[in-house]
């Protein structure tokens, strides 16, 4: 099983700030790694694939970057409808599916 | 629109089984398969598992082999995932979501709380 560490655990900043969470998988994926939001008590949202790739309608203050074992995503001015739960999560094991333990974004 | 409407929450003893649906509107339920995610209280995501919708064919996470089945009825547009043997770590929100066909999960259910609790 891939193992996927997400730093930091929480992240502080204010509004306006530029914030970076970091993704570091076990072994390689290559580039088949993606970013979601989620929020408490709504259903996680895909933000990033392939790494780099914003999903439909993704404002463009989301980046993501990396490949292979480090990956980073990039929120370039937070917003107050930003400050929620990021979790990364491979998919080039199949069948073996995993998700980071989660990078929380409070203000 | 597309839609995944799931099941409501349940309270189930250490032992029981949980069998949690996921229905589908708002687009051709065989073109996308199924797949399954949980959250345990304070914990992250965990993927459970997928399906496809097409043949029925499935892949589990391996920590949940031999416990979890999942199906669906294509007649009703609906998924299932039965989780047996239930502990008390299993209490978790379990979501379902549809598989834009790279695996990725685009739209989601709203989520079906299970506690398993004695």
Known sequence: EIVLTQSPATLSVSPGERGTLSCRASQSVGSKLAW??????????????????????????????????????????????????????????????TFGGGTKVEI | QVQLVQSGAEVKKPGASVKVSCKASGYTFTNYPISWVRQAPGQGLEWMGWISTYNGNTNYAQKLQGRVTMTTDT????????????????????????????????????????????
């Open chain 2, 75 to 118: 007649s009703t547009s609906t998924g299932y995932m039965e989780l047996r043997s239930l502990r008390s770590d299993d209490t978790a929100m379990y979501y379902c979501a549809r598989d834009r066909g790279d695996l990725l999960s685009d739209f989601w259910g709203q989520g079906t709380l299970v506690t398993v609790s004695s």
């Open chain 1, 36 to 97: 979601y939001q989620h929020k408490a008590g709504q259903a996680p949202r895909l933000l990033i694939y392939g790494a780099s790739t914003r999903d439909t309608d993704i404002a463009a203050r989301f980046s993501g970057s990396g490949s292979g074992t480090e990956f980073t995503l990039t929120i370039s001015s937070l917003q107050s409808e930003d400050f929620a739960v990021y979790y990364c999560q491979q998919y080039n094991n199949w069948p073996a599916l």
